[in-house]
C-alpha cells in the first residue's frame, strides 16, 4: 500500500495521555483520536482476501478460468526449458513462510517447484507466472526476483533506472509471448488475421501483403498503484477483461482507470496523482467499458454482459 494511504492510529506513534488515564478517560482520548486521524487515503485492495490467500498454492490452470482448453500449446512451448530448469514430475511448493500477500515470495524463491500451469518460464531476473486469478482470458505475471527490490512498492523500485531497464525488456518479452497466445488461441476468428492467412496461402503470394493482426496492441503492461501483494510484480494481461474473476467492481476498475499505471510511465513524477489512488477513488467510479466507452454506473453484471459482447467484437477485428 502507499504509505499515506496507512491510517496514523496504524503507527507507532506514543500516547503518553494514555499512561495515567482513568478508564473513561482512555475511552474519551481513544475516541478524541479516532475522530481526528482520518487518513489523508481510503486503504483499498484489488484482490479480496481469498484471492491473497490462496496466490502460493498450485490451483487450476488459470486457463480455465477464462477460455478453457485442455490443449495449451503457450505453457506446452514455454515447458521446454534447458536441462538444468526441468520440473520434477511431483514438484515441491514452496509455500511455507510465504502466506496471504507474501504468497508471491514462494515462486521468486523456487520457481522450479512449480510445474508450467503455474509458472511460464524463469531466469536469474525474473519469473513469469499465470495469474491465479485472472482479470482477463490471458493474464500473466512478471516477478523481478532481485532481492533488493522485490520488496518495494513499485513507485520506489521503478525509481532505480538499471532496474527499471531490466523489468522493461523481460516484460517486453512477456508481452510478446502473450501476443503469441492471443493469436492462438483467437486468430482464426480475426478478419485482419485471416486476410494476411489466406494471403500466405497463395501460390504465388501476392508482392503486397495485408498488415494482419498487431495483438500486441491488445496487451496491457503494467502495475496496481496500490498492490495487494507484497512482492514487486507487473501485470501482463489482454485487454478483454473477460474472466469469471471478475466478480467486483474493484477487480474490473483496478485495470480499467488510473490505479493501472502503464510501466511506460516509469519514473513518476513526485506530484503524480496516481500516487495517492486513495484519494482519487479510482476502484469505485462508475464502470465504463473499456473498447467503448458505455457507462453502467456500478452494475457489474450489466457491464459483464456487454463485455461478453464486446469480447466477439474484439476477436473478430
Not at 150 to 176: C, G, I, Q, S, Y
Not at 263 to 268: I, K, S, T, V
Request: glycine share 4%.
Amino acid at each position: 500500500m502507499v504509505d499515506d494511504a496507512v491510517s496514523p492510529l496504524t503507527r507507532s506513534t506514543p500516547v503518553p495521555e494514555l499512561q495515567h488515564a482513568s478508564p473513561s478517560a482512555v475511552v474519551s482520548i481513544i475516541t478524541d483520536l479516532s475522530a481526528m486521524s482520518e487518513p489523508e487515503e481510503v486503504t483499498t485492495d484489488a484482490l479480496d482476501p481469498d484471492e491473497i490467500s490462496d496466490t502460493a498454492n498450485p490451483g487450476p490452470d488459470p486457463g480455465d478460468l477464462s477460455t478453457p482448453s485442455k490443449h495449451n500449446a503457450f505453457s506446452e512451448l514455454m515447458a521446454r526449458k534447458p536441462k538444468a530448469e526441468t520440473l520434477s514430475a511431483q514438484p515441491k511448493r514452496s509455500v511455507f513462510g510465504f502466506l496471504g500477500a507474501n504468497g508471491l515470495g514462494a515462486y521468486v524463491a523456487d520457481p522450479a517447484s512449480y510445474p508450467p500451469s503455474r509458472v511460464i518460464y524463469y531466469n536469474a531476473d525474473v519469473v513469469a507466472i499465470w495469474d491465479l486469478y485472472p482479470k482477463s482470458s490471458v493474464h500473466t505475471l512478471l516477478l523481478p526476483r532481485s532481492a533488493t527490490h522485490t520488496r518495494l512498492h513499485p513507485f520506489d523500485a521503478f525509481a532505480d533506472p538499471p532496474f527499471l531497464a531490466m523489468v522493461r525488456v523481460e516484460a517486453e518479452k512477456l508481452k510478446a509471448l502473450v501476443s503469441s497466445e492471443l493469436r492462438r488461441k483467437y486468430g482464426s476468428l480475426s478478419a485482419q488475421a485471416r486476410a494476411r492467412d489466406v494471403a500466405l496461402e497463395r501460390e504465388p503470394p501476392p508482392d503486397v501483403l495485408p498488415v494482419g493482426r498487431d495483438w500486441s496492441a491488445s496487451v496491457k503492461v503494467g502495475i496496481h498503484a496500490s498492490p495487494s501483494m507484497a512482492n514487486l510484480h507487473v501485470h501482463v494481461l489482454s485487454v478483454d477483461r473477460v474472466s469469471r474473476c471478475v466478480r467486483k467492481m474493484p477487480h474490473y476498475n483496478s485495470f480499467a482507470t488510473p490505479f493501472f499505471v502503464p510501466l511506460a510511465d516509469f519514473p513518476l513524477a513526485e506530484d503524480d496523482v496516481r500516487r495517492h489512488p486513495g484519494r482519487e477513488g479510482y476502484l469505485h467510479r462508475d464502470l465504463v467499458c473499456w473498447r467503448c466507452g458505455a457507462s453502467f454506473g456500478r452494475k457489474l453484471a450489466a457491464l459483464k454482459d456487454h463485455l461478453e459482447e464486446e469480447f466477439v467484437a474484439w476477436q473478430s477485428e
